[in-house]
């Protein structure tokens, strides 16, 4: 199993609204990302766990809140969101590494979330 | 700090033609260079990687050769098809030690949008 699965696949939400995105792998990764993309840019790094633990947190405003409950899963909340936050969010893992090579990561389809 | 750069595009090619897109990189010391591939509506698919210096990777019919003396990683297919419409990422990853583990932190570059007519 190579997959990366994120649910759901499309959400669209208002300004007020709480919401959460999900992402699951079961290939042993330990390190998973959260990245958003905006159409026809790459994706940007909103945040790496370790090991279950935070370990960047690439100065993403608070109405963003990951977690990560075990080691096969990663969630986004979402609360008071803005329109300028539409945009596909991106899972990813990768195999951890100490001192050797790195390897890919992985990508989930995305969750095409629009905010009215 | 870690920088990669890309032919801008789009690129437009007739079906069979020959497809070269350009990437750089700027980096210290040795990272993982990859090819990453978005079809429109979709996440992004690793479509080949190379970790070492003089590696060629390639899956598809797409090749690219890590060059350290020039510091590029340029993609090439010898014939393009119809469905190999879709954004091209190159890519760098660094590992990154923290607490007693490391991870890969990926460096993208702007991305190239190719489009193959019939």
């Known amino acids: 199993d190579t997959e990366v699965t994120q649910t759901p696949k499309h959400l669209v939400m208002g300004m007020t609204n709480k919401k959460s995105l999900k992402c699951e792998q079961h290939m042993g990764h330990r390190a998973m990302y959260w990245y958003k993309q905006k159409a026809k840019k790459p994706p940007e790094l909103m945040f790496v766990y370790s090991y279950e633990k935070l370990s960047i947190n690439e100065s993403v405003p608070s109405r963003f809140s990951p977690e990560c409950p075990n080691s096969s899963l990663l969630n986004l909340h979402l609360h008071a969101l803005q329109p300028e936050d539409s945009a596909l969010y991106l899972c990813?893992?990768?195999?951890?590494?100490?001192?050797?090579?790195?390897?890919?990561?992985?990508f989930g389809q995305g969750t095409r979330l629009t905010v009215v | 700090g870690n920088s990669v750069t890309q032919m801008e595009g789009p690129v437009t090619l007739s079906e069979e033609a020959f497809l070269t897109i350009n990437c750089t990189y700027t980096?210290?010391?040795?990272?993982?260079l990859f090819w990453y591939v978005q079809y429109p509506g979709e996440g992004l698919q690793l479509l080949l990687k190379?970790?070492?210096?003089?590696d060629k990777g390639s899956n598809k019919g797409f090749e690219a050769t890590y060059r350290k003396e020039t510091t590029s990683f340029h993609l090439e297919k010898g014939s393009v098809q119809v469905s190999d419409s879709a954004v091209y990422f190159c890519a760098l990853s660094r590992s990154i030690n923290a607490g007693g583990t490391s991870y890969g932190k990926l460096t993208f570059g702007q991305g190239t949008i190719l489009t193959v007519h019939p």
């Open positions: 190379a970790t070492k210096a003089d």
């Open positions: 980096a210290t010391g040795y990272p993982s």
């Open positions: 990813a893992s990768s195999p951890d590494r100490w001192g050797g090579v790195v390897t890919e990561a992985f």
